[in-house]
Nanobody
């Protein structure tokens, strides 16, 4: 019914940049917030960045000043520009969207399949 497709990811050297995207499709009535979470090796899943439909953003302290989240509401797509990448940014990045489908009266979370980001020389 709803799909979150998140191409991007890959291997990048420390100090490099990478851009992730997340496109939501399906029977979507409204999207509240979109964002990314990540899970590194042996770690719990943690918030990276979120953006509301009004453009309000929230970042983890560890990525502030390096990552930028943006959104195209007309395309139901969010973007995560990652700069000055560090080895500790290595993780599987999961796209998240809090949305309401047609016929529903509440918002719920949907998740992408995850994409691997590896920062290594």
């Amino acid at each position: 019914q709803v799909q979150l497709v998140e191409p991007g990811g890959g291997l990048v050297q420390p100090g490099g940049s990478l851009r992730l995207s997340c496109a939501a499709s399906g029977s979507i009535f409204s999207i509240n917030a979109m964002g990314w979470y990540r899970q590194g090796p042996g770690k719990e899943r943690e918030l990276v960045a979120t953006i509301t439909s009004g453009g309000r953003t929230n970042y983890a302290d560890s990525v502030k000043g390096r990552f930028t989240i943006s959104r195209d509401n007309a395309k139901n797509t969010a973007y995560l520009e990652m700069n000055s990448l560090k080895p500790e940014d290595t993780a599987v990045y999961y796209c998240n969207a809090r949305l309401m489908v047609y016929g529903s009266t509440f918002y719920r979370d949907y998740w992408g399949q995850g994409t691997q980001v590896t920062v290594s020389s």
